[in-house]
């Protein structure tokens, strides 16, 4: 069975940085699509930022310019750098992939998330 779990969460003050990373575990043969999302108290889920196999990269427009998205293929790892962090990037961030299992199944993939809080 494919997993996500994420890390790299945590308290940091305002203008701080924090890199998020997403794991996955398991047999996998592909992925075609990942991203991350985040769900702040009292809000719903939102997107923060995709990447698709071929580094295509899309990030919603409040995180342009602060937020990088990346992945490292071999360890099947994707990444969120996030930089001059405010109090209203606290949120629980989740990641997500696309991703065809070793026995040829096609699952779309979340993880369990990780707490980032900014204050000072």
């Known amino acids: 069975q494919v997993q996500l779990v994420e890390s790299g969460g945590g308290l940091v003050q305002p203008g701080g940085s924090l890199r998020l990373s997403c794991d996955a575990s398991?047999?996998?043969?592909?992925?075609?699509?990942m991203g991350w999302y985040r769900q702040a108290p009292g809000k719903q889920r939102e997107l923060v930022a995709t990447?698709?196999?071929?580094?295509?990269?899309n990030y919603v427009d409040s995180v342009k310019g602060r937020f990088t998205i990346s992945k490292e293929n071999a360890k099947n790892t994707l990444y969120l750098q996030m930089n001059s962090l405010k109090p209203d990037h606290t949120a629980v961030y989740y990641c997500?992939?696309?991703?065809?299992?070793?026995?040829?199944?096609?699952?779309?993939?979340w993880g369990p998330g990780t707490l980032v809080s900014v204050s000072s």
């Open positions: 997500t992939m696309s991703v065809v299992t070793a026995a040829g199944r096609y699952l779309q993939l």
């Open positions: 990447i698709n196999s071929g580094d295509y990269r």
């Open positions: 398991g047999s996998v043969y592909s992925i075609n699509h």
